[in-house]
């Protein structure tokens, strides 16, 4: 497999954009479902068609639990202006991390995944976080907010990363998104998570903007082009493609840290979603592996592949 590197500046970065907004809260009562519906496309013509409809069984218990959400914590008037006043993300992740709500949503969304068909390691890993303490899956939220699976318990990690992304939804829903603050590259300014992806838009008011996705919190905010999102550098911004690709996701490389990052654009295939086009655009990993660059962001379902 070869790529197709593109080291001019994005073309698309020229024209219609408009004056976007700088964040776009999830909307939990559809987020799950429109992302699974998207994953159920993707699969029916991709060779991870069986992992991809998987992920989407998953993300259909994860619409499910979220239907008949757990009310999340009002949020803090004070608590958001001491994050405001230093450029901190609105949602403080230790204290949503100890909250006593946190816990069902992962037992509801672990007895819902139980009835998805799933291979045995699946499925052994399922039981083994259905069966954790609240200590041991305590150390997992942290390390999920690392943004680094380990490499012998990656689906139990996965697991645990789904229930927090259903938790942070609703959390993140509840904010006002005026109150949002640009914090450090690459962190979102609502949670703090890593972004999974980032993605040039077609909404109206916000065509041909980018936008990076929260991997945590599903939140997105506004992010220009030709920058990258790990370290902000505008210098050595390069874009690779599989060749032959239909140029709905590439790479975006860095050379100033030596990182890259998928950057999906929703104007060649309108049903685009961060986290469903990005695992379902394997061979883009596959291809920046013989190349100098580390993945940056945080993209647990791709974890191991």
């Not at 949503?105 to 390691?121: I, K, S």
């Not at 979102?188 to 077609?202: D, R």
């Not at 590439?250 to 986290?275: L, R």
Request: charged content about 20%; proline content about 8%; glycine content about 8%.
């Amino acid at each position: 497999m070869t790529g197709k590197p593109d080291l001019a500046p994005d073309p698309t970065a020229i024209g219609a954009v408009s004056s976007p907004p700088f964040v776009r809260l999830p909307d939990p009562s559809t987020l799950f479902s429109a992302r699974a519906a998207r994953l159920r496309q993707l699969a029916e013509l991709s060779p991870l068609k069986p992992y991809l409809t998987f992920v989407a069984a998953l993300t259909e218990a994860q619409a499910l639990v979220q239907a008949d959400p757990v009310p999340a914590h009002r949020p803090d008037p004070d608590a958001i202006g001491r994050a405001q006043e230093f450029g901190m993300p609105l949602i403080d992740r230790a204290r949503a991390a100890d909250d006593d709500r946190l816990g069902p949503v992962f037992d509801r969304l672990f007895a819902e995944a139980a009835g998805v068909e799933m291979p045995e390691n699946a499925a052994a890993a399922l039981a083994k976080v259905a069966n954790a303490s609240r200590q041991q899956r305590r150390a997992m939220v942290d390390t999920v907010f690392a943004g680094r699976l380990p490499d012998d318990a990656i689906a139990e990690h996965i697991y645990v990363w789904s229930g927090l992304q259903v938790y942070f939804a609703g959390l993140a829903s509840a904010l006002d998104p005026k109150a949002a603050r640009p914090v450090a590259d690459g962190l979102c300014p609502i949670c703090g998570g890593l972004p999974a992806s980032s993605m040039v838009v077609g909404w109206a008011g916000a065509h041909g903007a980018r936008f990076c996705a929260c991997s945590l919190c599903n939140s997105m905010w506004h992010y220009v082009r030709i920058k990258c999102t790990c370290c902000g550098s505008t210098k050595g911004i390069g874009y690779k493609q599989v060749d032959g690709g239909d140029g709905v996701v590439k790479a975006e490389t860095c050379d100033e840290c030596q990182s890259w990052t998928k950057i999906i654009y929703q104007q060649s295939s309108s049903g685009a979603e961060p986290i469903a086009d990005d695992v379902g655009s394997l061979g883009i990993d596959l291809l920046m592996r013989s190349e100098p660059y580390r993945r940056g962001g945080f993209s647990p379902l791709l974890a191991g592949l």
